[in-house]
Nanobody
Framework: VQLQASGGGLVQAGGSLRLSCAASGRVFSINVMDWYREAPGKQRELVAR???????NYPGSVEGRFTISRDNAKNTVYLQMNSLKPEDTGVYYC???????????WGQGTRVTVSS
């Protein structure tokens, strides 16, 4: 599975961005799709998850502001980010948990900068 993330950029606080993650290869083996964020000086953290059954999960820091969704026809997962805050700044990575062994495949990051 190969993942290509896009959509990052510079936005003012309170603004919105939509990230995309296009999957290719053995997409039928994908069980879960995640978005992670790596803020400067901090560990990478999970910010959104969507399962193959469509269930979603968010940490409290983004709940109500971020929405993960998918378009199966396009093999693409999206992260709609609203009411952005400066603390949302970081490099965003999409990841897929694939196969019976639950291996994690990573895409390249896309940078999001939220100015105050």
């Amino acid at each position: 599975v190969q993942l290509q993330a896009s959509g990052g950029g510079l936005v003012q606080a309170g603004g919105s961005l939509r990230l995309s993650c296009a999957a290719s290869g053995r997409v039928f083996s994908i069980n879960v799709m995640d978005w992670y964020r790596e803020a400067p000086g901090k560990q990478r953290e999970l910010v959104a998850r969507i399962t193959s059954g469509g269930s979603t999960n968010y940490p409290g820091s983004v709940e109500g502001r971020f929405t993960i969704s998918r378009d199966n026809a396009k093999n693409t997962v999206y992260l709609q980010m609203n009411s952005l805050k400066p603390e949302d700044t970081g490099v965003y990575y999409c990841a897929a948990i694939v196969g019976d062994r639950g291996l994690t495949m990573w895409g390249q990051g896309t940078r999001v900068t939220v100015s105050s």
